[in-house]
Each structure stands twice: as structure tokens, then as C-alpha cells.
């Protein structure tokens, strides 16, 4: 009777699954030694990096920069396939988008960028600081978190919100004495330095994917790191990385539309394992058809969010459900929503004052103390957003942020609300401001159009539930860890065990990486390493 070989199977075919099946497949005798399949629950690869196309222009759906080149193996990939020069413009092209940045209230009055700029440099030093990145001799900073510490006896369980917050009160004592800043009918100094943080504040959830920022773990912030260098966008596409990694593997061995609904595994406790032709596996694959396949090893590299659902008891994708220290990580760890909506501006926008659609790079200043102040035509899912901006310089596609619930709320509302909404809002941003030529403000308060929509929908779509991690209060790197653990682990059962087989299911994807949590490069890495789990675990064994 011939042997059966062990079985592989990856879930997922984004970057950390197809990576860890480029890495496995192109082993030397990998064939000899296991057989190898990927199941996509999709419709295509790519998980959360989808190039995708609008308004004649490329977009990115999902991922978007490369964080830092020196070392990093996306730029690495980008760089050996030619990726990152294109004869068309793309997303975040570098030009002159910049140049064009305003800042802009609510009520149309744009704010003097040097308030803008004392403030933005406050921010991000206080963000330096809580990342250690910054200098921890910054007396202010360490004045804001000892003042923290006076008032709650503790920082343990701080968040960046509060942080942040008490790092405005602090601001405002070191401004108590600035009278030179130009304030607005229904703009006190106070209320628009406050309105110009929370600009900033909005920036960085979708940063961080943090909905409340009340809710992001400011010890937790020094967890993650970027690869040092420049950062950059993709010419050709993200998705032309993900083409790459899959192009080595044979047709059939990515199986797409295969969504699987349990996996059930064999724990210390049990001593049986699933029949399956002339041998046994110890791993039991359920998909959504009513199929089922049999594996020895099972790479799980589904999202965070697709975990978090899984262990409750009404999905139950585990069984016997998953260890009680994995489950309350997966349950610490956080996992946010952030979506982009593409809008393309309507040809009437132009002839209202926007020659050559030549639209700014616009920040966003909404009011937040005095809710009796908020325009009555700017819908409540659009006031947390922070920036609308042109895809590259002169496009007539622009981008906008949504981030937590405004934007699983965005993500309800059919095209022509979400038309009307970012319309009518944009139009009071703009109408009172010197970059809109319309000299009638009753005209140009309704004279921005938009003609058609693209929205992300990552909080909603099954496959992923979210869009990337982040360390929420009460949580800690170390929960990172525990996720990127294996079941059984190799350490408990030798060989020769009468226990269960190890390495039974393992774990890949951003939320697996301690440093580089959220990040494409993460999830590369962490495919790479199960990967190069199993084929050392095959050194070590009879095949």
C-alpha cells in the first residue's frame, strides 16, 4: 500500500497564504514531500490588496503604500517585477498634490496654515513620543503623561485618546498668550484649535484603524515599526505583487470560491484522526457547499475580524473550540474598519470654477463642542471625516477616508445618498473659500457634483469583517504572539508521541506580527515564517 503524503492546506489567498505557498511549493522536492493546495473563500487572490479600476483610473481598494523600501520585501518584489514606474498617473502619485493643501472650516473660512502647522508638529510629536520614536527627554510630553499618572494613579490601561486629549489642554496652556490667530463668526480660538486637532485625531484612526481612539492602546504604540526609508505606492497596481507570488504556483493547486465554515482538529484530549482513503489526517475541513477535505497541516491566514467571529459560539469555526489563551487574544487584540470612497467629480463642478478639475488636497475642520453649531445640511456619518483629495494632481477621481462606525454606516447608504451627502458637504466647505471662483455663494453652495461613487465595503464583506489590527487598551504585543502560536505546538509532542500529530493548525497574516502588525510586508513575513514552521517540522519527521 502506498503511503499517503501529508497534506497542506492554506486558507486565504491573500499575501500571507499565497506567500507561504510560493515558499513551500519551491522547495527543493517539495512535491516529494507533501501535497500542497490554497482555498480562497473569493472570487479572486488578493485578500485585502485589490487594484481595481474607476473613473478610467487605477485605484486601490485596499493596501496602498509600502512602508519604508530599506528591506523590505514588498519593495523588493515591486522592484524585481517592475512595478513601480508607469506611463499612466496612479494613486497618491507624488506631484503637487501637496502644494495644494487648504484647511477649511465647516462654515467655508480657510484656517492660516501657520495655526494649522503649530498644531500638526504638537500632534505628531506627541505621536513620536507614544511610538518611541520621538525624544523621551521631550519635557512636555513626559509633563502630559506624568499628569496622566497624577490623576488616574496609573498609565497601564492608557489610551492615545486620553493622551492626546490632555496633550491639547496642554497646548492650549502653552498658547494661553497667542493673540494673532484669526478667528471666524462662530470660531473662538479655542474651538478652532480644537477643530483643527480633531482633523488630526480623524487622520490617524484611519491610520491606525482605531474608530475611537479612546479605545488604542498608547503603550501599545511603540509594538509597531516600519521598515526605514521613503514610502511608497505602487505605479502598476498592488495587486501586481500578489499576481507575482501566485504566477509560480501550478493552475488548480488555488482553489477560489472554497469558503470555509469549521475546522475541526484533534486536541491533547483525543486520540483519533479522520479517516480519509488508505490513511488518517487529523484535520477536517467544512466548506460553505457541504464539501469537506482532509489535511495533515492547515495554514489559517483569514483576517482578524473572520477570528473574532469564529470563536463565538453561535459560528463556532473551531472545533473543539481554540485554547482559552488564544481565544482571549484574539478577543483583546483590536481590529478596525477602515474604508476609501472614490468619487468622481461631475464636468458642471468645472464650470463653476475648477479649471482643468484642478480640485485642492482640502483638510477638513468640522466644529465639536457645540453640536447647536453643526451645519444642518453635513450628515453625522461625514463629520469624522478629515481629507478629500484628487487621486494625483488634476484628476477628476478624488479619495476620501471613512473610518469605524461612520464608515460601516457609509457602507449602507446607496450611491446617490452618498452623492448627496459628500455633495452638499463639500459645497459648504468651499463655497465661501477663495479657491472656488463662483463669485454667487447661493450658486456655489450647491455647485460641487459628484456624478458617480466607488466605496470599500471591508466591514461588511464575510471574507474579512475589517480591515487590520491594531493593540487595543487592554491588549499588548504579546497577545500578537500568542495568536502566531501553533495547535498543537511542536514542542509538546515528539514523533513518537501516542498524542495528537502536531502543528495540526497554524496561523499567518498581519495580525500574527508583532512589529509589523497592519502592514502587507507583516503578512509577507508571517507566510514566510509558518512556511518555514513546516518544512523544518518535516526535517525532523518520518515522511
Known sequence: MVTQKPKIVIIGAGISGLTAAK?????????????????????????????????????????????????????????EINSLESEKPWECK???????????????????SSLVKSISNFFNKMLAFSSGEGNFQDEVCKE?????????????????????????????????????????????????????FAMFENIHRHYSSAGDLGTLDFNGESQYCNF????????????????????????????????VTKIEWQNDDCDLKF????????VKLHFSDGSVMYADHVIVTVSLGVLKQGIRDDFAMFSPQLPSFKTQAISRLGFGVVDKLFLQLSPSTEECGYEGMNFPYLQMVFHQSDAKLFHSKIPLWIRRTALIHPLYPKSSTLVSWFTGKEALEMETLDDEEIIDGVSTTISQFLANSKHFKNSDSAAAESCVKFSKVLKCKWGTDPLFLGSYTHIAVGSSGDDLDVLAEPLPKVGNYGKNSKNCPPLQILFAGEATHRCYYSTTHGAYLTGVREANRLLKHFQCVDI
Not at 497596481?237 to 501550478?250: F, I, K, M, Q, R
Not at 479517516?275 to 487529523?282: A, F, L, R, S, V
Request: aromatic content about 8%; overall charge negative; hydrophobic content about 30%.
Open 23 to 79: 515558499t513551500l511549493y519551491t522547495t527543493q522536492n517539495s512535491n516529494e514531500l507533501f501535497e500542497l493546495c490554497v482555498v480562497e473563500g473569493g472570487n479572486r487572490i488578493g485578500g485585502r490588496i485589490f487594484t481595481s479600476e474607476f473613473n478610467g483610473d487605477q485605484i486601490e481598494m485596499g493596501a496602498t503604500w509600502i512602508h519604508g523600501i530599506e528591506g523590505n520585501p514588498i519593495y523588493k518584489i515591486a522592484q
Open 275 to 282: 479517516e480519509n482513503g488508505d490513511g488518517t489526517k487529523p
Open 94 to 112: 507624488e506631484g503637487k498634490l501637496m502644494d495644494k493643501k487648504v484647511t477649511i472650516t465647516e462654515d467655508g473660512y480657510e484656517v492660516n
Open 144 to 196: 502630559i503623561v506624568e499628569s496622566i499618572n497624577l490623576e488616574n494613579g496609573s498609565t497601564k490601561n492608557l489610551s492615545t485618546g486620553s493622551f492626546l486629549r490632555k496633550g491639547l489642554e496642554f497646548y492650549w496652556n502653552l498658547k494661553k498668550d497667542q493673540e494673532n490667530v484669526e478667528v471666524f463668526d462662530k470660531w473662538s480660538r479655542k474651538s478652532l484649535e480644537e477643530g483643527v
Open 228 to 259: 526605514p526609508g521613503d514610502e511608497l505606492t505602487i505605479a502598476k497596481g498592488y495587486s501586481t505583487v500578489v499576481e507575482s507570488l501566485a504566477s509560480v504556483l501550478p493552475s488548480g493547486l488555488i482553489q477560489l470560491g472554497r469558503k
